[in-house]
């Protein structure tokens, strides 16, 4: 989780970016495969970000259904025109 948990449209937390690495790296000490996934605070501004710290999966609530158009939520997630 990158915000508290309980509430959509949260702002994310600050070094969440950190917060992934350190997943990322106890999954590769470990030898393990599980994926990583943000839950929380995901936007088209700082998905890039997530991902380039080594999540695997987003999950992205209000940035999507707070928007009067969801593919184009969608797609500015993805990094998509």
Same mark, same amino acid.
């Given at each position: 989780?990158?915000?508290? #948990? ?7 937390? #600050? ?23 943000v839950d ?10 997530a ?16 928007s ?7 797609r ?6």
């Amino acid at each position: 989780m990158t915000v508290h #948990p309980g509430k959509g449209g949260q702002k994310i937390e #600050p070094n969440y970016e950190e917060h992934i690495a350190t997943a990322c790296r106890m999954r590769q000490a470990a030898g393990a495969s599980f994926l990583v996934e943000v839950d929380g605070g995901t936007k088209a501004f700082n998905a890039a970000q997530a991902v380039a710290a080594g999540a695997d999966v987003l999950v992205a609530g209000s940035a999507i259904f707070e928007s009067q158009d969801y593919a184009a939520a969608i797609r500015a997630l993805r990094g998509e025109s």
